[in-house]
């Protein structure tokens, strides 16, 4: 079968596209910009982030699944056993890490229930278990996920434009991390892999206490400088 080229074009620019309005949203400068040009928004401003984020991910998983390509490589015996395995582990994963994130304030809803006067960041440094062995659980598992399905063209794409995404959506978010959390973030980042996790590179729960405290001490400090100011 002839791949559809211009189809995987399109695919790959639509994935360039999404991730870069999602980056682009994300930004700092634009929550503050919104607090600034419309206040009334600022409380839906998360809950609208995630609602714009899933509805345009919607057609670019569907286009995934539309555009024809023969498979490019199947999981098949020991190793389909041992890939879907690994993509169920994937998945509990997630579930068993949902745990350490506050989901009202991920989600929005806490945001919008408390009527925020900003659309910045509230939630204090997280550093849940997987968290104490790789900076983005959520990242590493998705990507265990993805390359643990078959491949044909169409999915080769997307797999390698989530990946790329991760990549550098991950030192992104990073920045904004450490502007709001100073030195903890910093030595988090010293002390934990980011999307891989590595033997020799853990937190202990008390290195991760420390750190928590230490990002809360960090925002107590901003929030009383800019009383003062005002």
Do not use: C
Not at 16 to 39: C, D, E, I, N
Not at 40 to 45: G, L, M, Q, S, V
Not at 88 to 96: N, Q
Request: proline content about 5%; overall charge positive.
């Amino acid at each position: 079968m002839d791949l559809p080229w211009l189809d995987l074009a399109w695919l790959a620019l639509g994935w360039f596209a999404y991730a870069a309005l999602h980056s682009l949203l994300a930004a700092l400068t634009v929550k503050a910009w919104v607090t600034r040009r419309w206040p009334r928004f600022a409380p839906t401003y998360r809950l609208a982030y995630n609602v714009i984020a899933f509805v345009l991910l919607l057609p670019l998983l569907w286009a995934t699944w539309a555009i024809p390509g023969d498979w490019l490589w199947r999981w098949t015996g020991l190793a389909g056993w041992l890939a879907n395995g690994l993509a169920l582990a994937a998945l509990a994963g997630f579930w068993f890490s949902s745990t350490g994130y506050d989901m009202g304030e991920f989600l929005g809803t806490r945001a919008l229930q408390a009527r925020r006067r900003d659309a910045g960041e509230h939630d204090g440094l997280r550093i849940s278990t997987l968290h104490r062995y790789v900076r983005h659980p959520w990242y590493a598992l998705g990507l265990l996920l993805i390359w643990t399905r078959d491949m044909n063209a169409p999915f080769l794409v997307s797999a390698a434009a989530i990946t790329l995404y991760f990549v550098i959506g991950s030192r992104l978010e990073e920045r904004k991390l450490e502007a709001h959390f100073g030195a903890a973030y910093r030595d988090y980042v010293k002390k934990v892999p980011g999307l891989f996790p590595l033997p020799w590179k853990t937190l202990s729960p008390a290195e991760a206490d420390l750190l928590m405290q230490r990002s809360v001490e960090r925002l107590v400090e901003g929030s009383g400088h800019r009383q003062h100011e005002l």
